[in-house]
């Protein structure tokens, strides 16, 4: 299984960027998915996780700014993120969790990972 990303880049504050991770290889049919980020300063942190059903949960932080969804069809997973802040700048990771019906911010629960793509928010 390989998880590829695509997107994300260099935005002003306020701006919007998505991120897209593209799932190829076998997996089994019933798998969550979520986006994790990295800061050198505050280690790595869930900020939306969505269900095999396709329920979706936010970090507080990106509530109201940010949408993850999927396009189980085409096996790619998306990150909208609107209204962005300097506060958002972050390596982001796409990870997938094959089995679990229930997705969870615990990034140890997850198999399967992005290589990474790098967003940085201007002021």
């Known amino acids: 299984v390989q998880l590829v990303q695509s997107g994300g880049g260099s935005v002003q504050a306020g701006g919007s960027l998505r991120l897209s991770c593209r799932v190829s290889?076998?997996?089994?049919?019933?798998?969550?998915m979520g986006w994790f980020r990295q800061d050198p300063a505050k280690g790595r942190e869930g900020v939306a996780i969505?269900?095999?059903?396709?329920?979706?949960s936010y970090v507080d932080s990106v509530k109201g700014r940010f949408t993850i969804s999927k396009d189980s069809a085409e096996n790619i997973l998306y990150l909208q993120m609107n209204s962005l802040k300097p506060e958002d700048t972050a390596m982001y990771y796409c990870?997938?969790?094959?089995?679990?019906?229930?997705?969870?911010?615990?990034?140890?629960?997850?198999?399967?990972w992005g290589q990474g793509t790098q967003v940085t928010v201007s002021s």
């Open positions: 990870a997938a969790e094959e089995g679990a019906a229930i997705a969870t911010m615990t990034e140890y629960a997850y198999d399967y």
């Open positions: 290889g076998y997996m089994s049919s019933r798998y969550c």
């Open positions: 969505i269900d095999a059903d396709g329920t979706a």
